[in-house]
């Protein structure tokens, strides 16, 4: 099952009583992991010495800093009640800049965070520091729901197919991994979901082309078939022998759709109420630092659940 080394939590204000930081706690202390308990203090605006002409810019860094600095190490006496040794850090900066090269100094596998509480629009759920994580952090990013329950009841685990693209294979089976170890670690009913759709569809059914409807539902039912069979050896071929045995146990659901993944996932996720859909977020580029597909993007903006994002092997953030 897939194990972590270095786990990295975003312990923002009113981080000691979260969900957020019992999880942290709980994959330490199951994978042996490190823990690094991290907050950011925002570069004081230029001018802002004039608006308080008896403290310079750089006395109020240093007082937040400190401030800062006191509460993590509140939080980290929690830890160590609960048999975790855990590393505070106050980072300065703008903060998913410099969590991201925090990451990247330590070599980071996950980051959890908290969604974003300042979000003020109600057709979102994720801030920007969320998004930016989630599109240029080179690890796993699990960002939290502020409501969310202790235990997760289901987990939503969604792959991708395309037999040109290595890469996604690799994302593909990262993803599945990801998801059945915590679903294991979570009691959870895991799921597995595969949107598809037929290239070419809409011009075999137009008028104009000279093809009978059966024969095109024929194509699109074979179609249908091979991507069931992808998925069931995708799971199949799942892991070592230990993995096996939790897949085995796990008997995850899969659910094959046609449809806009888009639509598809969302809808999916909602119908089986899930608690947390584990995917991943980046498209082709061409170049070693992928993008944000516009895909991802779409499903994110109507998720309401907790996340987990998954980079493809050889991802590079743009942050240096």
Avoid at 11 to 26: V, Y
Avoid at 169 to 179: F, P, T, Y
Avoid at 291 to 316: D, H, V, W, Y
């Amino acid at each position: 099952m897939k194990r972590l080394s270095k786990i990295l939590l975003i312990a923002d204000a009113g981080a000691e009583s979260s969900t957020a930081l019992k999880r942290a706690l709980a994959l330490a202390r199951n994978n042996q992991a490190s823990l690094t308990l991290v907050d950011v203090v925002e570069s004081t605006p230029v001018g802002m010495g004039e608006a308080i002409p008896a403290v310079t810019p750089e006395e109020l860094t240093e007082i937040a800093v400190a401030e800062k600095r006191e509460r993590l190490r509140r939080i980290v006496e929690n830890c160590r009640s609960n048999g975790v040794e855990a590393r505070p850090k106050v980072l300065v900066g703008k903060a998913f800049i410099e969590i991201v090269r925090q990451v990247l100094r330590d070599g980071h596998d996950l980051v959890i965070k908290r969604a974003d509480s300042s979000v003020s629009l109600k057709n979102l759920f994720f801030g920007s520091t969320d998004m930016r994580l989630m599109r240029k952090c080179p690890c796993a990013v699990w960002i939290t729901g502020e409501d969310e329950s202790c235990r997760y009841r289901r987990i939503l685990a969604a792959v991708d197919f395309d037999p040109e693209d290595v890469a996604k294979d690799g994302l593909n089976r990262q993803i599945l991994e990801m998801a059945a170890s915590l679903a294991v670690a979570e009691a959870s009913e895991l799921h597995v979901v595969h949107a598809w759709r037929f290239g070419g569809e809409d011009v075999y059914r137009s008028a104009r082309v000279n093809i009978a409807a059966a024969e095109v539902d024929a194509m699109v039912a074979v179609e249908a078939n091979e991507r069931r069979d992808w998925l069931q050896g995708l799971v199949d071929s799942y892991g070592a022998k230990s993995d096996r045995e939790a897949v085995d146990y796990l008997r995850p659901k899969l659910h094959v759709v046609k449809g806009d993944p888009r639509e598809i996932v969302p809808e999916t996720a909602r119908d089986l109420d899930v608690d947390l859909i584990v995917m991943g977020t980046v498209a082709r580029s061409g170049i070693p630092g992928f993008f944000m597909g516009n895909t991802a993007e779409s499903i994110l903006s109507q998720i309401r659940c907790s996340i987990l994002t998954m980079k493809p092997p050889g991802f590079e953030s743009p942050i240096s």
